[in-house]
């Protein structure tokens, strides 16, 4: 951490805040000029945050140096994390993992319908909310655990995995009994109380990145998961909010370029929240691939029109068809295997 | 509802379309000109979102044109909704409520020292954190349960009245216990679950505005609670992300107005962490009560260099007083009663 | 346009705005149901904007319905306009044409070592400021007119052309000189009298998005010049502002798709300038031909760590040339030429 | 500036960083931990920028100490500028000083009536757009020279002072020959030739924010001016861009508090364009006299609803006069006195 004192800042400002530092064991080393009082202090500092010490009268600005995250940190381990699952699939490794199904479960019918495209896709994860984070309290708020059932025995029937969201902690016992893939939605991401309960979990948890949260803090809800024992994380960005309102929300591609750099967990792509719109889903997922992301997450439904929900970001079935050969091409030609 | 087809969309197109919002009971009146197909939609349309009809191809552009909410709006209810609490509070109506206090709660010393200040000020509202959201899970979390016990027992000492954040649902029989106000943090405002829960409470609720919320879905929020039953809000503008990094966050003191015009329900402001920096906290103090909020949370210690969290955005007890002098006088000016 | 009135709004208050409405020729088809008093204008509306029918007492919403550009948008022009420049090279149509070269042009020695490699690469364009928009009047501000005249010569000795910023209106006789495309800068996005002046030049212009400007107004500015009679432009996305402080800016990558979606003008992506760190620019360029743009700007330079600006989001002639040998191999396998 | 290199950064990396930095004349401070390699950098940098930095191998994070501006900074000048106009005006010092008027000149008649209004009111400075940068360049554009003209002539009847908009570094002889303070648009805020332009101005400088602007940047484009020989130069806050879209702009009203810790230039808020709804100008005005402000400068029409531009944020006189009468009073309680 380095430390940079006000123009005008006392001596015992500065001695009140160096016995601070002292009193936690914490190393002060001067790197003034003539017009700047600053200095490093070097020692454990996750005791308390940088912003803490702007309560010290004199300190102008602190700058951390290293990330506050460890677990999830590439510095902390140099190899990417490759999480496993059944049908020879493993994520963060050179496989680009597919994800797909309806928004909302809606019936066995529906399921059923949208899960024989998925495998005929070739993907082996089915996706589909049974328990729906519905912005207004009047819409349809998802079958609940009867959607898990739907999910499981359509997914059995096929042979896929199934991957869906967690709306509580007190639901885990249901989750872990239906579920391959246990997702965390954007607006839970810091709802720091079910990121405890997961790290108790012994599923992957797919981490979805908050409306507004900095690649930063998306790794630091990471962290949380993994300082409670689970460290199987597959990260999802799906779109940042911005002043652009063409688009629902703005997808941050780069984003996979910065969890790469900073962690060494895996992370994919959502391009149906992130555009909301179908019309772009097939050339951004294209986008996802080639910028390296480790798969997608898809929305598909047979009749969008009467979905219950997010019908306007969900490829038909022909569509997706269409869309996961061209992404078999290019994954070919990257030397990835679509999966 | 206003619907716009695209440029060159089919009559069958539109005809898929208008048979969906027939089946809805929606009427369809046209606004047609000659170089656009648009139309309008009238009748109940709850039960789906505006962008759940770009799943129909054609479609160019939907506009909702009422607002989403109902019980949370003021087409609903002109009256200005006041919260009465003990002690002759009134919030909502021709008083400034102040609601001070550290940001955690420390030790039973330590909430005694602040208390004693906070009574001393003229305010009646203790604040404290016993459950803290902190984003690095290695940092400070909160005394929990002995939190809420102290809190009670300085708030009786005193007389003052306590309000202090709840972190899952399955906390709410301890907080109806120990606390009068119950507040929902900026990062849990779409934690629907937890808003369901509420909307079963008899106490208040303190609803802060998430980090990149709008006004209106910060609305939805509090109706999420009030469809639950209770009714008894109070929004909290604590500061919005954006690309600005000097102060934590921006504050958006206009949204003050916003609510005001959009709704019946009082709304006070958080300075502390919207601003992240003591040195700010009078002037923009001040700036609420001038531009109409019902009151102020605001965090205050006796010791913030040495304080377990945010210590950079408490105010000492001297500089606290003389805010509170300073706001007494305006307040007296604008024809409220500081309180 | 469709008008909401408030709930509250009088009879003299419609009837005074339909006065006005009426005196601009425009006709009033009214929508409005029980509960909601609402109705469409149509007509020609380009001589105001909808925000100012908020002047009017008793209105609460505006909706323009139609985009507010003309020659740019793609109702107006349903084909893809297609620059046409010396070499063959057709913006906009099946090539992903490539411009590069270093930030700013330093010398003589120094471009003509860069455009060998920009050569090499099979890329026709050769990029480099001459006028350098910096944010402090006290870093270099670029060569100024021997800029033009060095990048002319080096161009014309391996037959290539030439993309440079304009920073004035006055200079617009000595870019007509020097140079192929223009380039107007992010921050002079909405600098109206210097499109107006280019509106009237010859010469293609390569427009960039400003830092903070919706896609719309990006499309505002490209009218500003095709009102003066230059329909030549090539738009160009190169990241907005977000909070996100990762990269440089926030690559808005699905910013094509809408460009793609409402004009009929060709878009390109700077991902130097998006991301920042010259580590993501080789994947976020294979985006970018993945996503469907119509071509690169990139920043190359022999040895950035002594480049007089922005050498820290500039590839090294190796690392370059492996990238655009990847981008070959792609644009075959999706149907493109690159050139 | 300090330096962090990369975890895995070389002795040879170093070492090239090492040479440049002496090269420089910039003498290297260590400050390693046994996990990090860490220096800080003295002596003058301002000849290149941190990040330019990043295109040195091995370098992780470069982090800037001391602010990038000179004269626009506190630290260079203790005591508070303060610009003396005409009539005992002095910008920054205990005044509150209100500049009013017209969004466009529109013709004689329409000045002449709203600056009796402003006159009355107790204002001294009066505004008006003669040359106006609208979005489409089919809207209004303003009277031009006329408009000067008439700015001139109604502001001598009443013993006014002008302040207006340039556009274009070539009207300054213009603008130096009828206006008293000459305003640079948001949108102009990094239109650096203007900014050199008027760096040689001797009339004092109005800096409108942009609206994607740090408040760091808006002081860099003040040093640019300040650096060309004009030091009065007098900042205005007019919100800036975020994804809330209720209000035109969000008014970031704590950027007073930022500039007055970071300068000692005067800075005025401007709540019209901010939020772009008149219903709000009356409590953000007396909010902008309670954080702080030296000023405001707001839109006053007698007849909005046929105002040729921004007709929906102007205040009708009766308003208008209602509101000075508050903002009288209040700033008496704060010791200011309004002008």
Same mark, same amino acid.
């Given at each position: 951490?380095?430390? $940079?004192?006000?123009?005008?800042?006392? $001596?015992?400002?500065?001695?009140?805040?160096?016995?601070?530092? #002292?009193?936690?064991?914490? &190393?002060?080393?001067?790197?003034?000029?003539?017009?700047?009082?600053?200095?490093?202090?070097?020692?454990?500092?996750?005791?308390?945050?940088?912003?803490? %010490? @702007?309560?010290? =009268?004199?300190?102008?600005?602190?700058?951390?140096?290293?990330?506050?995250?460890?677990?999830?940190?590439?510095?902390?381990?140099? &190899?990417?994390?490759?999480? #496993?699952?059944?049908?020879?699939?493993?994520?963060?490794?050179?496989?680009?993992?597919?994800?797909?199904?309806?928004?909302?479960? +809606?019936? @066995?019918?529906?399921?059923? *319908?949208?899960?024989?495209?998925?495998?005929?896709?070739?993907?082996?994860?089915?996706?589909?909310?049974?328990? #729906?984070?519905?912005?207004?309290? @009047?819409?349809?708020?998802?079958?609940? +655990?009867?959607?898990?059932?739907?999910?499981?025995?359509?997914?059995?029937?096929?042979?896929?995995?199934?991957?869906?969201?967690?709306?509580?902690?007190?639901?885990?016992?249901?989750?872990?009994?239906?579920?391959?893939?246990?997702?965390?939605?954007?607006?839970?991401?810091?709802?720091? +109380?079910? %990121?405890?309960?997961?790290?108790?979990?012994?599923?992957?948890? /797919? %981490?979805?990145?908050?409306?507004?949260? *900095?690649?930063?803090?998306?790794?630091?809800?990471? =962290? @949380?998961?993994?300082?409670?024992?689970? =460290?199987?994380?597959? /990260?999802?960005?799906?779109?940042?909010?911005?002043? &652009?309102?063409? *688009?629902?929300?703005?997808?941050?591609?780069?984003?996979?370029?910065?969890?790469?750099?900073?962690?060494? %967990?895996?992370?994919?792509?959502?391009?149906?929240?992130?555009?909301?719109?179908?019309?772009?889903?097939?050339? /951004?997922?294209?986008?996802?691939?080639?910028?390296?992301?480790?798969?997608?997450?898809? +929305?598909?439904?047979?009749?969008?029109?009467?979905?219950?929900?997010?019908?306007?970001?969900?490829?038909?079935?022909?569509?997706?068809?269409?869309?996961?050969? &061209?992404? #078999?091409?290019?994954?070919?030609?990257?030397?990835?295997?679509?999966?």
């Amino acid at each position: 951490m380095i430390i $940079k004192m006000k123009k005008d800042s006392t $001596k015992k400002q500065y001695q009140k805040l160096a016995e601070f530092l #002292k009193s936690k064991n914490l &190393e002060i080393r001067d790197v003034s000029s003539e017009f700047v009082h600053i200095f490093g202090i070097i020692g454990d500092t996750s005791s308390f945050e940088p912003v803490d %010490l @702007y309560a010290f =009268e004199g300190v102008d600005e602190v700058t951390r140096v290293s990330t506050p995250f460890k677990k999830a940190s590439r510095s902390f381990k140099k &190899e990417d994390t490759v999480i #496993k699952l059944e049908h020879g699939i493993e994520i963060g490794k050179d496989q680009f993992v597919m994800m797909s199904g309806p928004c909302s479960v +809606e019936s @066995y019918e529906q399921l059923r *319908t949208v899960a024989k495209v998925v495998k005929q896709s070739g993907a082996h994860i089915l996706r589909g909310g049974a328990y #729906k984070p519905r912005t207004s309290p @009047y819409a349809f708020q998802g079958l609940g +655990e009867e959607g898990l059932q739907i999910l499981r025995k359509v997914a059995d029937e096929f042979e896929l995995l199934v991957v869906t969201e967690i709306p509580s902690s007190d639901l885990l016992p249901l989750f872990e009994k239906y579920v391959d893939v246990i997702q965390v939605g954007a607006r839970n991401m810091q709802n720091f +109380e079910l %990121l405890k309960t997961l790290g108790k979990s012994t599923k992957p948890i /797919l %981490l979805k990145r908050g409306l507004s949260a *900095t690649v930063e803090e998306w790794l630091m809800s990471a =962290e @949380y998961i993994m300082s409670g024992g689970n =460290e199987e994380i597959i /990260l999802c960005e799906r779109g940042i909010r911005t002043f &652009e309102k063409y *688009t629902r929300n703005t997808l941050d591609i780069s984003s996979v370029l910065t969890v790469k750099e900073l962690s060494h %967990l895996p992370v994919i792509i959502d391009p149906s929240h992130a555009a909301g719109r179908w019309s772009m889903i097939e050339k /951004l997922s294209l986008a996802s691939l080639a910028v390296g992301a480790d798969g997608l997450i898809v +929305e598909v439904h047979h009749d969008p029109e009467h979905a219950l929900s997010d019908g306007a970001q969900s490829l038909k079935p022909k569509k997706y068809l269409q869309m996961t050969d &061209e992404l #078999k091409a290019m994954a070919k030609l990257l030397g990835k295997t679509f999966i």
